[in-house]
């Protein structure tokens, strides 16, 4: 069975339990005292608040009296109104007609680059109330191509470790007498053991950002709080190479998002900067907010990209100098999670290298902090 059947079975099910309880307790809405009415809608609202993906509840005036994170977080509602055109007719369609449809609608994201699709289905309440509850179709295909391409690509690069600690093992088999090449092979496993877990680590981070829905669970979280962590997170590699790391504060800017997921972001910038310097040199971490928009730069005087590699540079497993990706013990997904990280957020990342002076990284989220605090001031105005 396809993802989009399981997820198109889910739907179905949980839209049955909700319409089931409407309408066995539909009579005592209508026969019962006020009272007893006002209890039951309340508990119609408890429903609806553990119902997973959109959900909109919108009375008699179009407004919406109850609204999922994700639907906000969406831009479907803002102010209590629906945004989508597409979604507005739909709804006015449904309270004339009195009938139940379903649709899809596509809404923009990733600063209008990507888009989103959405499973929704419009259910007339009453005459007056009506329901809204969707589904992200790109959330499922995006998990259905990220366990394909999990499956291709995972053999292969576990391959390289698992293939050198069968050998050295063996090594040591016959070394059994000697105890400096003894030590020598172990060391050499010590190294390939560490770069199996990092090659692990990797590929869990980057399973999970691909298949997760940030929206669904963004919060106003700090940018130098974030920044401050993923310094903390790589200080031993940096001071291992006498690398200094320059914080340009920025406070005030904050973002919607996920914390765990954006420093896993600036933390593999971080270690991808430090990979790729010299000794003694320095790495810069910055904040600005700029029309609508918040960067957050990485920036390092390393070895720098080829102008031929960097439109790839994003892409699982690339590695732009093979030999030296072996030496540091990067798995080739550093970039891949950021990319999805920002992604996942609304945003992108992009690059600005010259070979021999260094590279800059800037990642742009929205900001979607910024432009509730201006919504709550244009309210109050009015």
Known sequence: ?????????????????FLGYWYLTRERYETTPVSHTAVQQSDLDKLLQVLPGVVIKLDGNYQAIFSSELAQNLGLVVDTRIKVPQLAE????????????????????????TQTTLEVSIIPLNQTETLVFGQDLSLLRRVEAVRRDFVANISHELKTPVGALSL??????????DVEAIKKFAGKITIETERLANVIRDIIDLSQVQADEPLAKARNVIVDKMILEAIDSVKIA???????ISHVKS?????????????????????????????????????????????VTVTDQGIGIPIADQSRVFERFFRVDQARSRDTGGSGLGLSIVKHVCENHG????????????STFTMRFPDRASAETESKKVKEVL
Do not use: C, F, H
């Open 251 to 295: 406070e005030g800017i904050n973002v919607m998002g996920v914390e765990k997921q954006i420093v896993a972001a600036i933390r593999n910038l971080l270690t991808n900067a430090i990979a790729y310097s010299p000794e003694k040199s320095q790495i810069t971490v910055g904040t600005t907010r700029k029309q609508g928009v918040v960067e």
């Open 347 to 358: 945003g992108e990342v992009s690059l600005w290298s010259v070979p021999g002076e260094g």
């Open 1 to 17: 069975m396809s993802m989009e059947a399981i997820a198109g079975l889910a739907l179905g099910i949980l839209l049955g339990a």
């Open 168 to 177: 050295l093992a063996e090594a040591i088999s016959s070394a059994e007498d």
């Open 90 to 113: 739909a709804i006015r369609n449904t309270r004339l007609d009195q009938r139940s449809q379903n649709l899809q609608i596509t809404i923009s994201q990733n600063l209008g680059k």
């Open 238 to 244: 940096a001071e291992s190479k006498k690398i200094t």
